[in-house]
Protein backbone atom coordinates (compact mmCIF):
# COMPACT_ATOMS: atom_id res chain seq x y z
CA UNK A 1 0.00 0.00 0.00
CA UNK A 2 1.32 3.18 -1.28
CA UNK A 3 1.33 6.16 1.21
CA UNK A 4 2.04 9.70 0.65
CA UNK A 5 4.01 11.42 3.27
CA UNK A 6 3.56 15.09 3.90
CA UNK A 7 5.74 17.50 5.34
CA UNK A 8 6.95 21.17 6.57
CA UNK A 9 3.76 22.41 7.79
CA UNK A 10 3.23 24.87 10.67
CA UNK A 11 2.94 28.35 12.12
CA UNK A 12 3.99 31.50 10.42
CA UNK A 13 3.35 35.03 10.64
CA UNK A 14 1.94 37.16 7.69
CA UNK A 15 4.99 37.58 4.77
CA UNK A 16 6.65 34.33 6.08
CA UNK A 17 7.55 31.33 4.35
CA UNK A 18 7.13 27.70 4.31
CA UNK A 19 8.29 24.77 2.28
CA UNK A 20 5.95 21.57 1.71
CA UNK A 21 7.20 17.92 1.09
CA UNK A 22 5.16 15.05 0.03
CA UNK A 23 6.82 11.81 -0.61
CA UNK A 24 5.53 8.81 -1.18
CA UNK A 25 6.37 5.31 1.08
CA UNK A 26 7.14 2.72 -2.24
CA UNK A 27 7.88 3.14 -5.69
CA UNK A 28 4.74 4.78 -7.98
CA UNK A 29 5.38 3.94 -11.63
CA UNK A 30 3.88 6.08 -14.31
CA UNK A 31 2.63 9.17 -12.68
CA UNK A 32 0.72 11.82 -14.68
CA UNK A 33 0.93 14.74 -12.29
CA UNK A 34 1.07 15.62 -8.84
CA UNK A 35 -0.64 18.68 -6.86
CA UNK A 36 -1.31 20.02 -3.96
CA UNK A 37 -4.58 20.78 -2.49
CA UNK A 38 -6.05 22.46 0.30
CA UNK A 39 -9.43 22.89 2.72
CA UNK A 40 -9.79 25.77 5.11
CA UNK A 41 -12.33 25.25 8.13
CA UNK A 42 -15.74 25.47 6.55
CA UNK A 43 -14.97 25.81 3.11
CA UNK A 44 -14.17 23.30 -0.07
CA UNK A 45 -11.19 21.56 -0.86
CA UNK A 46 -9.63 23.56 -3.95
CA UNK A 47 -6.43 23.23 -6.05
CA UNK A 48 -3.44 25.18 -5.11
CA UNK A 49 -0.76 23.83 -7.64
CA UNK A 50 -0.63 20.86 -10.06
CA UNK A 51 2.26 19.91 -11.90
CA UNK A 52 2.29 17.21 -14.59
CA UNK A 53 5.39 14.94 -15.84
CA UNK A 54 6.56 17.25 -18.60
CA UNK A 55 6.93 19.85 -16.20
CA UNK A 56 3.83 22.08 -16.79
CA UNK A 57 2.26 24.06 -14.33
CA UNK A 58 -0.86 25.45 -13.15
CA UNK A 59 -1.80 27.52 -9.92
CA UNK A 60 -4.98 28.81 -8.22
CA UNK A 61 -4.89 32.88 -8.84
CA UNK A 62 -4.77 33.46 -5.13
CA UNK A 63 -1.38 31.84 -5.05
CA UNK A 64 0.02 32.74 -8.80
CA UNK A 65 3.11 35.13 -8.17
CA UNK A 66 3.51 33.72 -3.81
CA UNK A 67 3.71 29.54 -4.35
CA UNK A 68 6.41 27.58 -6.75
CA UNK A 69 5.66 23.90 -6.64
CA UNK A 70 8.21 21.67 -8.07
CA UNK A 71 8.91 17.68 -8.56
CA UNK A 72 11.45 15.17 -8.05
CA UNK A 73 10.52 12.42 -10.42
CA UNK A 74 13.01 10.19 -9.53
CA UNK A 75 12.21 10.39 -6.22
CA UNK A 76 8.35 10.16 -6.48
CA UNK A 77 8.38 14.18 -4.26
CA UNK A 78 6.74 17.26 -4.58
CA UNK A 79 7.39 20.32 -3.29
CA UNK A 80 5.55 23.55 -2.36
CA UNK A 81 7.32 26.78 -1.67
CA UNK A 82 4.75 28.86 -0.44
CA UNK A 83 6.18 32.48 0.16
CA UNK A 84 4.65 35.93 1.25
CA UNK A 85 1.99 34.08 3.15
CA UNK A 86 -1.53 35.49 4.28
CA UNK A 87 -3.89 35.01 6.65
CA UNK A 88 -5.82 33.30 4.03
CA UNK A 89 -3.27 30.00 3.16
CA UNK A 90 -4.37 28.94 6.43
CA UNK A 91 -5.64 25.57 5.91
CA UNK A 92 -5.40 21.61 5.85
CA UNK A 93 -2.77 21.22 2.62
CA UNK A 94 -3.51 17.66 1.00
CA UNK A 95 -0.77 16.25 -1.63
CA UNK A 96 -2.15 14.55 -4.65
CA UNK A 97 -0.49 11.93 -7.01
CA UNK A 98 -2.35 10.82 -10.22
CA UNK A 99 -1.96 8.17 -13.06
CA UNK A 100 -4.16 7.91 -15.94
CA UNK A 101 -5.17 5.43 -18.15
CA UNK A 102 -5.86 1.93 -17.88
CA UNK A 103 -3.72 1.54 -14.43
CA UNK A 104 -4.96 4.34 -12.97
CA UNK A 105 -4.61 5.23 -9.87
CA UNK A 106 -4.80 8.30 -7.47
CA UNK A 107 -3.27 8.77 -4.12
CA UNK A 108 -3.88 11.40 -1.90
CA UNK A 109 -1.61 12.41 1.56
CA UNK A 110 -2.63 12.23 4.82
CA UNK A 111 -2.86 16.30 5.27
CA UNK A 112 -0.69 18.77 6.74
CA UNK A 113 -1.85 21.65 8.66
CA UNK A 114 -0.31 25.36 7.69
CA UNK A 115 -1.41 28.35 9.92
CA UNK A 116 -0.41 31.89 8.97
CA UNK A 117 -1.32 34.12 12.23
CA UNK A 118 -0.18 36.50 13.94
Known amino acids: QVQLVESGGGLVQPGGSLRLSCAAS????????MGWYRRAPGKQRELVAR???????NYADSVKGRFTISRDSANNTVYLQMNNLKPEDTAAYYCNVNRYGIYGQEYWGQGTQVTVSS
Open 26 to 33: KYIFSIDD
Open 51 to 57: INKSGST
